[in-house]
Every structure is written in C-alpha cells, then in structure tokens.
C-alpha cells in the first residue's frame, strides 16, 4: 500500500455488525471504513476460488468479502481473531491476498484479547498511529451500545415476525432501523433511535396461535450470525409461524459470556473445554429442551471440528429430553432444494409430535 494513502478500512461482512464497526472505525479512529457489499454467491465462488479445498467456509467467505472489499476501494484490512483455527486464519488471508498482487495493510485482530477492548487500542495504532484514547473510547462505548441494541431487536423481530398480519412489515422496519443506526452520533442516540423502532415494531399487528412452536438454533459463530451462508435458515423457519430463539449473537457470546455458569449447567454432558461455540451450543440445546421447546436446529459449516464434537453430545440431549434435531452443514456446494425439503420433513414431524401430546 502507497504509504501517503489515505487508509480505507474493510472488516468481513457479518450479520449487521458492519453498522457498528463503521461508527468505530469513522467516529472513533477517524478513518474511512467500507462496508463489502453483501455477502451473495459471488462472494463464495470469488473465496472459494483461492481458498484450500477443505477449510471451513467462514474463510471462504472472508477471502471473497476481502477482495470485494479492495475492489470497492479498501486498502486496509482487519482480521478478525477466534478460538478455533479462525485465529489463524489472518495469516494466511493475508499470504493468499499478496500472492494475488494484492497491495494492502493488514490488521490482525487475532492479537487483541475479544474481552478487553484496551488490547484494541495497539491493533487499531496501526490503522491510525495518531490515535485519540478518549475519541476512540467513547466511539467503542457506542459501538458496543449498538451491537447490544441491534441483537435486542434482532431477538425480537426473530420471535415475532411469523405471526405479523400483514407480511413484509416488521422486515421494513427493521431496515429502517438499521439504516436510521447510521445516522447516531452518541450512544444516547443509540438508545432512543432503538426505542423509537422497537415501539414501532411492537405496533406491528400479530396473531399468534395459543400454542406456540418454539425452536432453538444453535451452531457455529459464523454460520448462525451471517443469514447468506445459512440460507436464511431462519426467515424460513420463521415464515412457517415458528418462534424462533437465537442465543448465539455478539452480546451473548463476547460482552456478556460466562464460560463457568455455562460449564456448571452443563457439567453431565461435558468434562473438558471443547473449544470455539462448542460449550454455548450444548448449553443452550440443554437449556432449551428442558423448558420444552419443540425442537432445536444445529447449523455449522462443513468441516467445523468444535461443532461436530458438540454433535453426539447433542444427540444424547435429543434422547434424554425426547427432543428433535435437525443437523445442517453448510458450504458452497449445499444444495437450496435439499435445506427447503429437510426443514418441510422437521416442520411436519413436529406438528405431528405436538398433536400427539395435545
Ligand atoms: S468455529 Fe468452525 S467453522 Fe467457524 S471458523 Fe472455527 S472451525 Fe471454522
């Protein structure tokens, strides 16, 4: 990268979190930041053509965000850091990119410690060595505001949005909302512009059965959180009028975690660390099937180890709690037609189950 260059920031796209890391890269490091256009299939094919055959497809799909990125400008990018071998794949995104002649700035993230936002500020020098702790500070304050805020939302419009009257219009306000985010300046903005459209979202009409179909998703990090790579696994399941839980976001698994009350409930399932969302997703699967949920949906991509060690731990829970689950693996050879007849097959076995226990 030309040294004078002006630096014009990229993280991976992932969920709706590129609204909050704008605000931190823009108001706080006082730096340009792109937002890679959405994640679609070309994103994959571009990833999954200069990625090794068997790695996960969150590197897939980072490789293909990376290079959209640059050529929508981006000249620096940030790594993002992990527990699994996504900790290391930084690296070897940064190998890949120079070997394609690809002149840009790297900032691995990997370095940096997820659950104390000081580790940061050394990363984030290197993007703007003329750093200002307090701007970058109450920017990070923000910032965090706003993941907690939009995973708020998120979780509500995820349980309701099945039953609106009219359809389309919890959809529409939830992207008013996330395009409204970009205007905040404070995290008192944050705040009020959230309560603004949760009111709006709670006006919305809905109908919802007595008996409601709860389902729990569980899974890997990347795969729930990114709705492209799992299909939108989740409009789908909610537009058969199903209440859908999602534990796994940014607040509940970085800013509020508690690996030890996690390890205690789920201490006659597992003995030892397992690693990367392992441990989240036993102990939401067992959470959810004590309290009687209909059914629970594990989605990972191919070739993720932590999850498919999670997997038999899973099945004993399924035969323990006499609840059903639907494993998905994803990658980008999965097949549309196949995840729309899997879920019809789940959808009608636990109807037929709810009836039978009526
Ligand atoms: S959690 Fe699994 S899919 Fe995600 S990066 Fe790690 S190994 Fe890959």
Same mark, same amino acid.
């Given at each position: 990268m030309k040294t004078k260059e002006p630096c014009r920031v990229a993280f991976p796209r992932f969920g709706n979190y590129h609204i909050p890391l704008e605000f931190l890269f823009t108001k706080g490091l006082g730096v340009e930041y792109i937002t890679p256009p959405p994640s679609t299939k070309k994103t994959l094919e571009i990833g999954s053509k200069y990625?090794?055959?068997?790695?996960?497809s969150p590197f897939k799909f980072n490789l293909g965000n990376y290079i959209e990125a640059i050529e929508a400008g981006a000249n620096t990018l940030v790594q993002t850091g992990g527990t699994c071998r996504l900790g290391y794949y930084g690296e070897l995104h940064e190998q890949i990119l120079k070997d394609l002649g690809y002149d840009v700035k790297f900032v691995n993230m990997?370095?940096?410690?997820?659950?104390?936002?000081?580790?940061f500020y050394n990363e984030f020098k290197k993007v703007n060595?003329? %750093?200002n702790l307090a701007k970058v500070s109450s920017a990070l304050l923000t910032m965090l505001k706003m993941v907690e805020c939009i995973d708020n939302v998120d979780d509500y419009v995820r349980q309701n949005?099945?039953?609106?009257?009219?359809?389309?219009e919890m959809e529409k306000i939830h992207e008013a909302y996330l395009e409204a985010l970009k205007q905040v300046e404070t995290k008192k903005d944050v705040i009020k512009t959230t309560k603004t459209y949760m009111k709006k979202l709670k006006d919305v009409k809905t109908k919802k059965p007595k008996k409601l179909i709860r389902v729990g998703i569980v899974g890997e990090y990347y795969t729930i959180m990114e709705p492209f790579s799992n299909h939108f696994i989740e409009k789908e399941l909610a537009k058969k009028g199903i209440v859908i839980y999602r534990w796994m976001n940014v607040t509940n698994s970085? %800013?509020?975690?508690d690996g030890k009350e996690q390890k205690k409930v789920i201490k006659n399932y597992v003995k030892y660390y397992m690693g990367a969302t392992s441990m989240s997703t036993v102990y939401k699967t067992l959470e959810w099937a004590k309290a009687g949920f209909d059914g629970i949906v594990h989605v990972k991509s191919f070739g993720c180890t932590p999850e498919i060690d999670a997997m038999p731990v899973l099945q004993k829970i399924s035969a323990d709690y006499k609840i059903p689950i639907l494993y998905f693996s994803f990658d980008s050879q999965t097949s549309e037609t196949g995840i729309q007849t899997r879920l019809e097959a789940f959808y009608d076995m636990i109807m037929m189950r709810k009836e039978k226990r009526k």
């Open positions: 990625s090794p055959d068997y790695v996960c990997s370095k940096a410690n997820y659950r104390n936002p000081l580790t060595p003329n %750093l949005v099945g039953f609106e009257v009219h359809d389309g970085i %800013l509020h975690y």
